[in-house]
C-alpha cells in the first residue's frame, strides 16, 4: 500500500466511519446509565440522612444555592406518598367499586377522611412515629410522608372508584366473553379504562401536596419542635421573618421542580396512558414525551424489565379452564369475600375512633359551644358553596376546551400544575397588605384564598371528561350540525358530568379544609380573621384547647358528610346512571 492509500485510511470520513457505538441509538443507553448513577447516588446519601441519629430541629439557611438540596429532599417525600396513594387507591377504590355491601361505609368514610383537616393528623402521627423509631431520623421522615399522604390520596381514590362505576358496558361484555379472571379482568379493563383520568388526578395530588408540605416539614408537636430539610421548611422560615426574596426564591425553584417532574413523571405517563382511551380519534396527533421514547428505545431498560415484564405477563394468564356456567363479575367472588372482611376490619376501627373522639369532646364542652360551632360552620359553608359555584362557572368552558384539543392540553398542563401547586400562604403579604390598605371585609376578602388550591380538582377532572368524550359523538354533533348550547347540552356537559362531579366533590372537601388556614392570614404585625368554622378551629390550635379542636373537626367533618350524601352523592348517581357511556 502507497503513502497515499495510507493517508486516504486516516482521512476524518473514514475515522468518523470507525465509531459506530456513538450513533443515536446509543444515547438512550447512555442517558439510562446517567440516570440510574444518580439514582443510587442519591439513594446512598438519603440511607445515610434516614438512618442517621434522631436530630429534630435541622438547621435551615435561607441561601438559595441550598434550594436544590431542599427541592430533592422534599420531593423524595412526595414521591414515597405519591407510592402509596396510588396503592391505596387501587385498593380502596376497587373494593368500594365491586362490593355493594362495602361501599355502604367505605364511601362515608372516604367523605370523612377527606374532610378531616390534614393538621389534625398531625400531632397522632407524628408522635406515633417518633414512638415507633425513638433513636432515629427515620421516624419524622415517615411521619412527614404519612401526612402528605393523607393530602393527595383522596382525590385519587374518588377519581378511581367513579371510574370503576362507569365502566362501559362493552368492555364488561367483552371481559365475560373472555372469561377473564378477576386479576386479568382487574388489569386488562378496569385498570386501563379508569388510567387517563387517574393520571390527570394524580397530577393534581402531586402538586396540591406543595402545601402540605410546608405544614409537614416545620411542625410543633407538644414539647418537641421538628424541621425536616426541605422547601416547606424552607418557605416557613422565610415567611417567619418576611424575607420576600427567599420568597421568590423558593416560588422559582417550586416552578422549575414541577416543570422537571411534568416531564420526567407525567409526560411520559400521558403519552403511554393515551393507548387506553375508549375511543381514539382518526388522525389524532397522540401525545408525545421524549423521555417516553428514551425508555422505549432504551436497550439497558428493555434488558432490565424483561424478567418483570415475562413474569407479569405469566401473572395475567389464566392458571385453569373455567368451567361453564354463569359468569360472574370480579367483585362477586373471593376478592369480594376479603374486600368485606377488610371493610368490616376498617368499619370497627373507625367506630372505635368516633366512640373514642366523641367521648374526649364532650368532657368540658356545653351546648353553647356546639351552638357556635355550628353557626360558624354554616358561614363557611356559605362561603364553600359560593365558591365552588364560581369555579364550576369558570373552569367548566375551560376544560371542556382544552380537553378536547390535544395541543391546547399539552401547553395546559405544566402551567395548570404550577398554578395548582402555589401555596395560598405564600399569597399572605399580598393579600393581607390589600384588605388593610383599602379597608376591606376579611369575611369577603380571605374567601378566595380557600378556592386558590382546590379550584384545579374541578379544572383537571373536567380536562380529563373532554379528552374521554368518543370521537363518533363528536363526528355525530358535526354531521347534525349541533352547535351552540345545544352542542353543550347534548354532548358536551352530559359527557363530563360524572367527572365534573367527583372534581367538585373533591374541591369541596378540599375547601373545608383550606379554611383553616384560609380564614387566619397574617403578615408581620397584622393579623386578619374571618368568620368560620375553619377560623375557629385555627384560634382553638393556637390556645392549645384540644376538647374544641375536637369539636370544630367533628363539626367540620359532619357538615361534609351531609352535603355529600344529602346533594352530591344523589347528583353522582344521576350522573352515573344517565350518562354512562
Same mark, same amino acid.
Given at each position: 500500500m502507497n503513502k497515499g492509500d495510507k493517508s486516504s485510511a486516516l482521512s476524518p470520513h473514514r475515522l468518523w466511519a470507525l465509531l459506530p457505538a456513538f450513533e443515536p441509538s446509543f444515547l438512550p443507553d447512555l442517558l439510562m446509565f446517567t440516570a440510574g448513577l444518580a439514582l443510587f447516588y442519591g439513594t446512598v446519601v438519603v440511607a445515610q440522612t434516614w438512618l442517621g441519629p434522631f436530630t429534630p430541629e435541622v438547621e435551615i439557611s435561607r441561601s438559595p444555592w441550598k434550594l436544590p438540596v431542599y427541592a430533592g429532599y422534599s420531593l423524595l417525600r412526595m414521591t414515597i406518598a405519591y407510592g402509596l396513594s396510588l396503592t391505596f387507591t387501587l385498593v380502596y377504590g376497587y373494593v368500594a367499586a365491586y362490593n355493594p355491601k362495602a361501599e355502604r361505609f367505605l364511601i362515608p368514610l372516604l367523605d370523612?377522611?377527606?374532610?378531616?383537616?390534614?393538621?389534625?393528623?398531625?400531632?397522632?402521627?407524628?408522635?406515633?412515629?417518633?414512638?415507633?423509631?425513638?433513636?432515629?431520623?427515620?421516624?419524622?421522615?415517615?411521619?412527614?410522608?404519612?401526612?402528605?399522604?393523607?393530602?393527595?390520596? @383522596? !382525590? =385519587?381514590?374518588? *377519581?378511581?372508584?367513579? +371510574?370503576?362505576?362507569? &365502566?362501559?358496558?362493552?368492555?364488561?361484555?367483552?371481559?365475560? #366473553?373472555?372469561?377473564?379472571?378477576?386479576?386479568?379482568?382487574?388489569?386488562?379493563?378496569?385498570?386501563?379504562?379508569?388510567?387517563?383520568?387517574?393520571? @390527570? !388526578? =394524580?397530577?393534581? *395530588?402531586?402538586?396540591? +401536596?406543595?402545601?402540605? &408540605?410546608?405544614?409537614?416539614?416545620?411542625?410543633?408537636?407538644? #414539647?418537641?419542635?421538628?424541621?425536616?430539610?426541605?422547601?416547606?421548611?424552607?418557605?416557613?422560615?422565610?415567611?417567619?421573618?418576611?424575607?420576600?426574596?427567599?420568597?421568590?426564591w423558593a416560588i422559582g425553584t417550586m416552578l422549575v421542580v414541577i416543570l422537571i417532574y411534568d416531564q420526567i413523571l407525567f409526560r411520559p405517563l400521558v403519552a403511554w396512558a393515551d393507548r387506553f382511551r375508549f375511543e381514539q380519534e382518526p388522525g389524532g396527533v397522540p401525545p408525545q414525551s421524549w423521555v417516553f421514547d428514551v425508555l422505549r428505545r432504551s436497550r439497558v431498560v428493555e434488558r432490565l424489565t424483561q424478567p418483570f415484564g415475562v413474569l407479569w405477563?405469566?401473572?395475567?394468564?389464566?392458571?385453569?379452564?373455567?368451567?361453564?356456567?354463569?359468569?360472574?363479575?370480579?367483585?362477586?367472588?373471593?376478592?369480594?369475600?376479603?374486600g368485606f372482611q377488610l371493610g368490616l376490619m376498617v368499619a370497627a376501627l373507625a367506630a372505635l375512633a368516633v366512640w373514642r373522639i366523641v367521648s374526649f369532646a364532650v368532657a368540658g364542652i356545653t351546648l353553647a359551644d356546639v351552638g357556635t360551632a355550628l353557626l360558624l360552620g354554616l358561614a363557611t359553608l356559605a362561603r364553600v358553596v359560593v365558591l365552588i359555584a364560581i369555579a364550576s362557572v369558570i373552569w367548566v368552558p375551560i376544560g371542556v376546551w382544552v380537553g378536547t384539543r390535544p395541543r391546547a392540553a399539552n401547553l395546559v398542563q405544566p402551567v395548570a400544575q404550577f398554578l395548582a401547586a402555589f401555596p395560598a400562604n405564600l399569597l399572605f403579604p399580598i393579600v393581607v397588605s390589600i384588605i388593610v390598605a383599602w379597608r376591606l371585609s376579611p369575611n369577603i376578602w380571605l374567601s378566595p384564598l380557600m378556592i386558590l388550591g382546590t379550584q384545579w380538582y374541578i379544572l383537571f377532572n373536567v380536562i380529563a371528561g373532554a379528552a374521554a368524550i368518543p370521537a363518533e359523538l363528536r363526528a355525530v354533533g358535526v354531521n347534525l350540525r349541533v352547535r351552540g348550547w345545544l352542542w353543550w347540552r347534548r354532548i358536551a356537559l352530559p359527557a363530563v358530568m360524572p367527572y365534573y362531579v367527583t372534581g367538585a366533590i373533591t374541591a369541596s372537601g378540599g375547601s373545608w379544609n383550606a379554611s383553616i388556614v384560609a380564614e387566619v392570614a397574617s403578615w408581620g404585625n397584622e393579623h386578619l380573621q374571618a368568620y368560620g368554622l375553619g377560623a375557629y378551629i385555627a384560634q382553638q390550635t393556637d390556645a392549645g384547647d384540644f376538647h374544641r379542636i375536637v369539636l370544630g373537626i367533628a363539626v367540620m367533618s359532619l357538615f361534609v358528610v351531609v352535603i355529600n350524601r344529602v346533594f352530591w352523592r344523589p347528583l353522582y348517581l344521576y350522573a352515573e346512571r344517565k350518562f354512562r357511556l
Open positions: 370523612v377522611l377527606q374532610s378531616i383537616p390534614v393538621l389534625s393528623f398531625l400531632p397522632g402521627v407524628m408522635l406515633a412515629m417518633i414512638a415507633l423509631f425513638p433513636s432515629r431520623q427515620l421516624g419524622v421522615e415517615l411521619g412527614a410522608i404519612l401526612l402528605i399522604f393523607t393530602g393527595q390520596v @383522596w !382525590n =385519587m381514590a374518588f *377519581s378511581f372508584y367513579q +371510574s370503576l362505576r362507569t &365502566v362501559p358496558t362493552e368492555l364488561v361484555e367483552v371481559s365475560r #366473553n373472555f372469561r377473564l379472571s378477576p386479576w386479568m379482568s382487574f388489569w386488562r379493563v378496569d385498570v386501563p379504562f379508569a388510567m387517563p383520568q387517574l393520571i @390527570w !388526578n =394524580m397530577m393534581m *395530588s402531586m402538586s396540591g +401536596s406543595w402545601f402540605f &408540605v410546608v405544614a409537614s416539614e416545620a411542625i410543633s408537636v407538644g #414539647n418537641t419542635t421538628v424541621t425536616l430539610p426541605g422547601i416547606g421548611s424552607y418557605i416557613a422560615l422565610a415567611i417567619e421573618h418576611r424575607d420576600l426574596a427567599a420568597v421568590c405477563r405469566r401473572s395475567l394468564r389464566p392458571r385453569r379452564p373455567v368451567k361453564s356456567g354463569p359468569i360472574v363479575r370480579a367483585a362477586q367472588t373471593a376478592p369480594s369475600r376479603i
